[in-house]
């Protein structure tokens, strides 16, 4: 957001154009934009061929010193001084925000109004609705959404599930399973082409597998077997994947291992 308030400044102060003057004669803007009368006069006179040093003197002293400054005194307090040089302040943007403008002369005068635009806008996302398996409602799954990452689905029972067709296919698996033990080094890790599964320990002893770490799954620690066979019945997309990557099947093949759980 404050990277777009800082380019709506800078616009409006390109935008801001002419001089706009406290009183007759004076450009407040010399000392901001850079430019004084005197040099504009000294280049004026350069460009028309040279023209003496008296006439260079003379357009020096009517523009400003030889610092750079302007000849014209600022106003003094209580004299038309509204605001100090460099001073920011709030204002209405259109869509209701709040963006700032930049004093850049002492008579009131301020930048355009810079309005925050997106995409620096952060914009909460909105929360999905829980979804329904018949009256049982399922918690929402609340994380972005990826090629791996579940979507919600009804088991061919009626319970809430998570699918997605990169890992277990059309295949949808309950959700809310225990998450074991992930600690258990009984348990091995497994590494499917294009997956790392982490091995657990199940409460009924046996070691599972599980691909929770991966966005909205939560089916928890899925026994070796088990895993192994929702992994080979319908994965015609890691198939084509791993032949193409070389590795020539996607199949697996997981024996039982018991574990003692904490």
Known sequence: MQRSIVRGIMVGLVALGPALACGE???????LFGTTEAESGLASGAGEGGAGEDEADDQSSEGGSEDGSSGAEPPE????????IGEIRPCDCPDGMTGQEVCVDVCGVYSACGCPTDPDVYEEPEQPEPTYCGDLECAPMVEEQTEAGAEPC??????CG???????????????GDPGDLDDLTCPDEFPPFLDLDGCCRPDGMCGLSIDYINNWDIGCIERT?????????????T???????????????????????
């Open 162 to 176: 998570g699918q997605a067709d990169f890992i277990f296919g059309s295949q949808c698996v309950e959700r809310f």
């Open 25 to 31: 004669g004076d450009d407040p803007h010399s000392e």
């Open 226 to 238: 088990e895993m192994m066979e929702l992994l080979n019945a319908d994965n015609l997309a890691r």
């Open 154 to 159: 009804c088991t061919a029972d009626g319970m």
């Open 240 to 262: 084509i994947l791993a032949i193409l990557a070389g590795f020539g099947t996607a199949d697996v093949d997981y024996a039982p291992i018991a574990c003692s759980p904490g």
């Open 77 to 84: 307090d209580g004299e038309d001084h509204v605001c100090e």
